[in-house]
């Protein structure tokens, strides 16, 4: 389910389109593709309506979650798939189709694997093998749908250095499908938000995390904690204390402020916008995590350097030393 | 939480799992099922090939002398011929349009696939007889336009393609369910025709399910009874098929000839359960449900 949206590529970019599962991510991408079929709308590839082009027709790289690899054709033929499956006029010669499948294996680093067959190769192998099948076409665009999805965490990560680099080198046009932020975030020349069939950003990694459009996007990029608020004389009060946060122009009386958690921080009661009992306190890829419980029963996660630890049930007051309200 | 843990949840293992059964039944329940195939599959078809030659070679071999028995085998290869080949298309057509669409009607059509499955053989053989029938349907109209379907070729051929035509989609309906669209799409994103995606993707996908389909199609098909003996009228050397050849020289008291002949259809049914077997036995990955021995 997709409403009303306009999205605009540029050529030689990495864009990914982020969302949650059913914010119709994939329908789009599947649209762009040819094979699903808009209700209404346009597509257009450069200046070329191509709306009613057929999916073969449309010259785009699809690369499917679960691979879809062709089983019973080794590695080499399912790249030479899309040249071998031209007409016989646009069809390159043998040794040619020999040749750029070579160069595709020397690019997906799986020289020698020709021969093989996709049940001999791993996850990550295999979707190497579905890239470079998509790309032996040379396509106007590549659209990756979930590409890391079925793989595991460590081999996630790799191809998706892996496939930055690839893109860096061929500066092809790429479009992929991704419920992961960190994923977007990582790879992305800029990110395109979803949320229910609805675009609510497009930006760089860097507007999008600094300035995310609505309280939708400053949820689904990470943890924040939603904190009653007052805005008043263009500032955002929290318990009658002032913070650093502007308030949005015009915007006066009661507002959800939302905070990461690195913008909190533990301070002393007399300077605190929150207070609480620290619940648990731990250690996460060099950042002292604290877990705090407000009167409410509300978990309140604040990032802190200072390397502190506290005992669990130590009251401790909280600083808001950043944060977003949306109009 | 901890109770769950505690000694006295774990299952007692001394006894081995609890759905096996003890020796004694085993050894009776497998009996009974030895016993059972012996007497009811194994010991009629030996009881075939020991009538057969009973006579001895030459009365065996002055079976197939007969130009009748020869007529018989030519219209059932004739009629397989059609048949098969038919219902492959049929088959192939279904069950691409219910695995890979979504459409209205979907489970009637399923339904009516499954129909000559629940229909007796002669109502199906009866079935063209209300239609083609001097008295049927399209009879007269049939008559003035001087075309014989009924006690010929073309009856012979309906009758088989009916009850047959369940084989090939049963199968291949499963199979390509379960191995879904994405191959095809991914082979018409690279700008291949749907048709050359056929020829390349699908068709060797189902390959080995399909000609387990058609082993058994044909098998049906050469040996089908009932429906044919409806629609054939039986006139000798003509409408006759394998089956009612034996069937008539059976009923003339001509033993020898009868299980002669039988033993064509006997060898049949073996070479299709040993290529059954075959394909079960090496590509079960491959057929639906993942067939295993």
């Given amino acids: 389910m997709l409403h009303d949206l306009s999205l605009d590529v540029r050529a030689g970019e990495l864009i990914g389109l982020l969302g949650p599962s059913g914010s119709g991510k994939t329908t789009l991408l599947r649209i762009i593709a040819g094979l699903d079929a808009p209700d209404r709308g346009r597509i257009l590839f450069g200046d070329d309506d191509a709306t009613g082009l057929a999916v073969q027709e449309r010259a785009v790289g699809f690369v499917f979650q679960h691979y879809a690899l062709f089983k019973h054709m080794s590695v080499a033929d399912n790249i030479a798939y899309g040249l071998n499956a031209r007409r016989r006029a646009d069809r390159p010669a043998k040794a040619e189709i020999k040749r750029r499948v070579g160069d595709l294996l020397d690019l997906i680093r799986l020289s020698g694997f020709g021969d093989r067959y996709p049940s001999q190769l791993s996850g990550g192998q295999r979707q190497r093998v579905a890239l470079a099948r998509a790309l032996a076409v040379e396509p106007r665009v590549l659209l990756l749908d979930e590409p890391f999805g079925a793989l595991d965490a460590q081999v996630r990560k790799d191809l998706r250095r892996w496939l930055r680099e690839i893109h860096d080198r061929t500066g092809q046009t790429t479009i992929f499908v991704t419920h992961d932020q960190d994923e977007a975030l990582e790879l992305s020349d800029r990110v395109a938000v979803l949320d229910r069939g609805r675009l609510e950003q497009v930006g760089t990694p860097d507007e999008v995390q600094e300035n995310p459009a609505s309280a939708t996007v400053m949820k689904f990029l990470g943890d924040s904690v939603e904190v009653e608020a007052i805005a008043e004389g263009g500032r955002v009060l929290v318990r009658g204390r002032e913070t650093p946060v502007a308030a949005p122009a015009g915007t006066i009386g009661p507002v959800k402020l939302y905070v990461r958690p690195w913008q909190l921080q533990l301070a002393e009661p007399e300077a605190a916008h929150l207070s609480g009992t620290v619940r648990s306190s731990y250690r996460t890829q060099g950042r002292q995590r604290i877990e705090v419980v407000d009167a409410e029963g509300r978990v309140l996660a604040v990032e802190d350097f200072d390397g502190v630890r506290y005992a669990a049930g130590h009251p401790v007051g909280l600083r808001i030393n950043g944060g977003h309200v949306f109009g | ?293």
Wanted: glycine share 8%; hydrophobic share 55%; aromatic share 12%.
């Fill in chain 2, 1 to 293: 939480m901890s109770e769950i843990f505690s000694p006295a949840f774990v299952p007692a293992t001394k006894q081995g799992p609890v759905a096996s059964e003890g020796a004694a039944t085993r050894t009776i329940l497998i009996g009974i099922a030895v016993a059972f195939l012996a007497l009811f599959l194994v010991l009629p078809l030996f009881a075939v090939f020991i009538q057969a030659f009973s006579k001895g070679l030459g009365a065996f071999l002055d079976a197939f002398r007969e130009p009748d028995a020869w007529s018989a085998i030519r219209l059932t290869l004739t009629v397989a011929a059609i048949a098969v080949p038919f219902n492959v298309v049929f088959g192939l057509a279904a069950s691409w349009a219910i695995a890979k669409f979504e459409f209205r009607g979907k489970s009637l059509l399923i339904t009516l696939i499954d129909l000559p499955f629940s229909v007796s053989p002669v109502v199906s053989g009866l079935i063209y007889v209300l239609l083609f029938g001097s008295q049927g349907l399209f009879g007269s109209w049939l008559i003035n336009h001087g075309i014989q379907i009924l006690f010929a070729l073309p009856g012979i051929v309906l009758a088989t393609v009916f009850v047959t035509f369940p084989f090939v989609a049963r199968e291949l309906i499963p199979l390509m369910q379960e191995q879904g669209t994405a191959e095809e799409e991914a082979a018409l994103t690279l700008g291949a025709s749907g048709l050359h995606a056929f020829r390349t993707v699908t068709l060797p996908n189902i390959r080995w399910g399909l000609l387990y389909s058609v082993l058994l199609c044909n098998a049906r098909a050469m040996g089908e009874f009932g429906a044919v003996s409806v629609v054939s009228g039986h006139i000798r050397g003509l409408t006759n098929t394998i089956p009612l050849h034996v069937e008539i020289l059976y009923n003339e008291y001509n033993f020898v000839a009868a299980f002669a002949v039988a033993s064509l259809l006997a060898v049949l049914a073996l070479i299709t359960l040993v290529l059954k077997s075959v394909l079960e036995w090496r590509f079960a990955g491959e057929l639906a449900g993942g067939r295993s021995h």
